[in-house]
């Protein structure tokens, strides 16, 4: 059977974003850090503002990074200049586009960020890191839908961990796509619980789970990632990673050929 997300890696892209692809970048924050403050130029006074409220240097830093390297590459896809990219913002917050057929997401976590692009298919996408200590049952209680707290539960106490970020990596991911964001009910729908197989949107109250579709990975280590897609149709995925990034075992490795997002 076809799997859900047909998927390469490649240093740089080989091609623009055409119909029917989804390309996902995988990049380190703190190697880029350097040069901030050559990057800081190429924001709009919008995102200077922001930068500079942050209280920490480190994660004003960061998201001076994520933003220019943001604009950088939707440039890039749409042939223009980074400082001729505009946004806008929906009521729950989302970031896109002021016109164009390309939709985007992004996420970041300590020093890693990824960014998602697809077009005219709206997507959300979550990275986490999953060696952090914390009351995962007691959470998942609250946050969770009850069929995958039970599931969750059930699962041997050395796996709950990574179970727990499967899951909310998926759940992030599609609060994400949806466009909803936190506003969704976090209860109102059901992804797998199973860290060891694929991901996947299994219940949407009052909706389709046939119009969505979703991927996970560990691109390291002590990490997840989540990407989810509306679209009806598979989408061939690209991973792209600069610098420095590495894949472990398990992972897509260079030049594999891996599973399709579907």
Known sequence: PRSPMMESTKR??????????????????????RYQPVFE??????????AHSFRFERDREHFIVRRVILRRLLARYMRTEPGRITYRTN??????????????????????GVIALTLEHEIGVDL???????????????YFSAREFEELRLLPSGSQADAFFHVSTQKEAFIKASGEGL?????????????????????????????????????????????????????????????????????????????ILG
């Open 41 to 50: 130029n190429l924001l709009s006074p919008e995102e200077t503002q922001r």
């Open 128 to 142: 986490e890191k999953t060696d952090l200590p914390g009351e995962y049952l007691q959470i998942a209680e609250r």
């Open 91 to 112: 009521r729950y917050g989302k970031l896109s586009l002021e016109s164009g057929p390309i939709r985007f997401n992004c996420s970041h976590s300590q020093d890693w």
């Open 183 to 259: 506003s969704h009910p976090l209860k109102d729908f059901s992804v797998s619980t199973n860290p060891s197989r694929p991901g996947g949107l299994l219940w949407l109250k009052d909706g389709d789970v046939s119009a969505w579709r979703m991927v996970t990975r560990e691109p390291m280590e002590g990490w997840r990632l989540a990407v989810c897609v509306k679209s009806e149709l598979p989408l061939d995925m690209q991973v792209f990673q600069p610098g420095k990034f590495r894949l472990t075992a398990g992972s897509c490795s260079p030049g594999a050929r891996g599973l």
């Open 12 to 33: 740089t892209p080989c091609s623009l974003l055409g119909q029917g692809e989804l390309h996902l970048w995988i990049f380190e924050l703190g190697v880029m850090s």
